[in-house]
């Protein structure tokens, strides 16, 4: 009977991830709608048609107010559905969409989030809720990151340091920045440092100004990557990073993250973000404190370059760790778990 079920999973924002998620567990068809008004409207029209069969079920990706006419439907003919949590946009919903948003988490019948330390946040800012399952999305050919003869694609005589994962203000690159241009200038020399910045989507204007800014004085050797990377191309540009300096404001699971670490990659990272799970899988990270970000980030990266050999051996042990907990089978069985529903 289970596996006759069919799963229709309603979005108004694409998500490749997401969708690459859905395609692989078979019995999952993407309704997918960005419009307002249409998702308002044409939601509960798909849902009435397919209501009455009783194997079909339904699920919504990043929940809005726009779902709150099926949410209803459902409800009035008592069918369960499935909410699925991205990032953490949901922590900063106020006012009348908030009570909204409860209202659609209070009466799912589970709900799929990221990360051990964002499902913590829910369950602080969203009262009652029992029915929160930790089930990370699949981050396609991620073991294809791993990269045992990291040094022989880069070579000893290199060190590549890529600054962010994209070209968002949530990047922080006013830190970043500043914490390069406090680097000594002999030790950068010394090491023969590249910077590196990957700018393919979310790139604000300031944030392209002042990366463009850094490049024209910059005494060192810069490269700025505007091109979305996918495939052997995007696995080529992680395998020849040293060094990622990730200190997002705020974040979920950074996919592009994970696979630098299975990539061999040496992770600096904010001790405020949510990574718990990565770290009770024994993945070793280097973090900075929110206090003196800049100086702090100084420290950091003078000390990693100091040490870089040790550093790479110690990172090295982590594309194993993360595969065991983040590879596309693990996570499969994740959310075949999830969307077996009670009936």
């Given at each position: ?5 069919k799963?229709?999973s309603?979005f108004?924002?694409?998500?490749k ?15 997918f ?13 798909k849902?009435?048609s397919?209501?009455k ?31 699925s ?18 209202f659609?988490?209070k ?15 829910l369950?602080?800012?969203y ?6 399952v ?6 396609p050919?991620?073991?294809?990151f ?6 022989k694609?880069?070579?000893k005589?290199?060190?590549?340091i ?24 002999g030790?950068l ?13 979310g ?9 463009e800014?850094f490049i024209?004085?910059?005494?060192f050797?810069?490269?700025?990557e505007?091109?979305?990377l ?19 404001k ?11 670490l ?12 949510p ?16 206090d003196?970000?800049?100086?702090t980030l ?5 000390d990693?370059?100091?040490?870089i ?7 090295s ?6 595969i ?20």
């Amino acid at each position: 009977m289970e596996n006759d079920r069919k799963i229709y999973s309603f979005f108004t924002m694409e998500h490749k991830v997401v969708s690459h998620t859905l395609s692989k567990l078979g019995n999952v068809e993407i309704v997918f709608d960005s419009s307002i008004y249409a998702a308002l409207l044409y939601f509960p029209y798909k849902i009435i048609s397919l209501i009455k069969n009783p194997l079909n079920s339904f699920n919504f990706q990043f929940p809005s107010y726009r779902y709150l006419p099926s949410i209803l439907l459902l409800l009035l003919f008592n069918k369960e559905y499935t909410i699925s949590l991205w990032g953490s946009d949901y922590l900063k919903v106020n006012g009348f969409r908030y009570y909204i948003l409860k209202f659609i988490l209070k009466n799912a019948e589970k709900i799929s989030i990221a990360s051990i330390d964002t499902k913590e946040f829910l369950l602080a800012n969203y009262k009652k809720l029992n029915n929160v399952v930790v089930c990370p999305y699949i981050l396609p050919n991620l073991e294809m990151f791993y990269c045992p003869d990291k040094d022989k694609i880069i070579g000893k005589n290199k060190l590549n340091i890529l600054l962010g994962t994209n070209g968002s203000s949530n990047q922080q690159f006013n830190v970043m920045l500043s914490a390069i241009e406090g680097l000594a200038d002999g030790l950068l020399s010394e090491r023969n440092v590249t910077f590196h910045f990957h700018l393919s989507y979310g790139t604000c204007f300031d944030v392209r100004r002042c990366v463009e800014l850094f490049i024209a004085k910059s005494k060192f050797e810069c490269i700025l990557e505007e091109s979305f990377l996918a495939g052997a191309e995007l696995v080529k540009y992680r395998t020849e990073k040293d060094i990622l300096v990730q200190i997002q404001k705020t974040d979920q699971l950074s996919a592009a993250m994970l696979e630098h670490l299975v990539s061999g990659t040496i992770v600096i990272t904010g001790a405020w973000l949510p990574y718990k799970s990565l770290s009770n899988i024994g993945v070793y990270m280097k973090e900075i404190e929110k206090d003196n970000m800049v100086n702090t980030l100084i420290d950091k990266l003078t000390d990693t370059i100091l040490d870089i050999e040790n550093e790479k051996k110690i990172s090295s042990a982590n594309a194993k760790k993360v595969i065991a907990e983040y590879g596309e089978e693990q996570s499969l069985n994740r959310w075949k778990l999830f969307f077996t529903l009670k009936g």
